[in-house]
């Protein structure tokens, strides 16, 4: 069965220059900008690139909107990772092509939650089910004190995604997040290895699709906080969702906008700084500095929403295209 776990994290390598990404630059992405005619990426504001490593910040409009913002990019010489969300790699293909590409797989408590659930149970956790193991996971606590949970999610020993769990040692709220931590200590190895070999890091803030901005998540508040020397450049992205209405990555006639707009230095996060070592995707590191990595993320934001055209920006309902419960995940 496909998917991410805590073997395939490890066994992840970021290359300094992978091959892969310059087969999709030249046999894809660029017989497609260059020579199809009526497709038009126009880059406005692009800074000098010659220092770096850097983190992108673009809004996430379609499919395929990371194309036409890394392609200029890599047209200049740029080598970029970027995030992916463990659901993708559940196809073993994709997920075999993304490990190759050196992609930094982002795991989520949610995704350990609803992957468990599918292996024991052979279905994803229903709406109510998906919120009660949620809620046991945020509190930590047992879910055998919830009810309308399958007995046997917190009562049979097994291995949750490369960890043992044993319910006679640890309540099923600890081992979820205890899983949680691991994975996210590699993932944050993965970019620090990355941004060592200058790759600069791409990432979609709001962590789903919307034609209109939606808020941004922390997560990319915790990166910035941690990875503090490197800048962030907040790009807006119009028109893509034009040349990509529908699954095929092979672009429409159109024009898209990219739009960047000044560098995030750590000098201008000066009031969301940490004046201490933290561990970023900890339940420590969330608790106390919550309010920091979301500052940030509002930040950025309120940067791309100055930088879109009218109608991708915020509207009155910034969560709008959200997907709850388990369907987000796998």
């Not at 126009?42 to 690139?49: A, G, Q, R, S, W």
């Not at 500095?289 to 940067?303: I, K, L, S, T």
Request: charged share 25%; hydrophobic share 35%; glycine share 10%.
């Amino acid at each position: 069965m496909g998917g991410l776990d805590l073997k395939r994290l490890e066994s992840i390598k970021i290359p300094r220059v992978p091959l892969l990404q310059k087969c999709m630059l030249y046999g894809v992405l660029h017989p497609n900008f260059a020579y199809c005619p009526g497709v038009e990426i126009v880059y406005e504001n692009l800074p000098d690139l010659d220092a770096g490593p850097f983190i992108f910040a673009v809004n996430h409009t379609d499919r395929y909107n990371y194309f036409p913002a890394m392609y200029p990019l890599y047209m200049k010489g740029r080598v970029v990772s970027f995030w992916a969300k463990g659901k993708y790699y559940e196809n073993p293909i994709l997920g075999g092509i993304l490990s190759h590409l050196g992609t930094l797989p982002t795991v989520s408590r949610g995704y350990i939650i609803a992957k468990d659930f599918k292996q024991l149970r052979g279905r994803t956790p229903g709406g109510e089910e998906y919120r009660i193991l949620r809620e046991v996971v945020e509190s930590s606590g047992d879910a055998k004190n919830a009810s309308g949970v399958p007995e046997e999610i917190y009562k049979r020993r097994r291995n949750i995604l490369g960890y043992e769990f044993d319910p006679d040692m640890e309540s099923y709220g600890e081992a979820v997040n205890n899983l949680f931590v691991k994975m996210m200590k590699i993932f944050v190895e993965l970019h620090s290895q990355s941004f060592k070999k200058g790759r600069d890091l791409f990432i979609f803030p709001e962590g789903t699709r919307s034609k209109t901005l939606l808020k941004g998540r922390p997560g990319i508040g915790q990166i910035a906080l941690y990875f503090k020397d490197y800048p962030i450049l907040p790009i807006g992205c119009s028109g893509s969702d034009k040349l990509y209405p529908g699954s095929s990555p092979f672009a429409k006639k159109g024009r898209v906008l990219l739009r960047c707009g000044d560098l995030i230095t750590g000098k201008a996060l000066e009031q969301f700084a940490i004046g201490e070592d933290f561990t970023p995707f900890t339940p420590e590191a969330e608790a106390k500095w919550g309010a920091n990595f979301q500052g940030v993320a509002d930040v950025v934001m309120e940067r791309i929403n100055e930088l879109i055209e009218p109608e991708y920006r915020f509207g009155a309902d910034r969560e709008s295209g959200v997907v709850e419960g388990a369907n987000r995940f796998i």
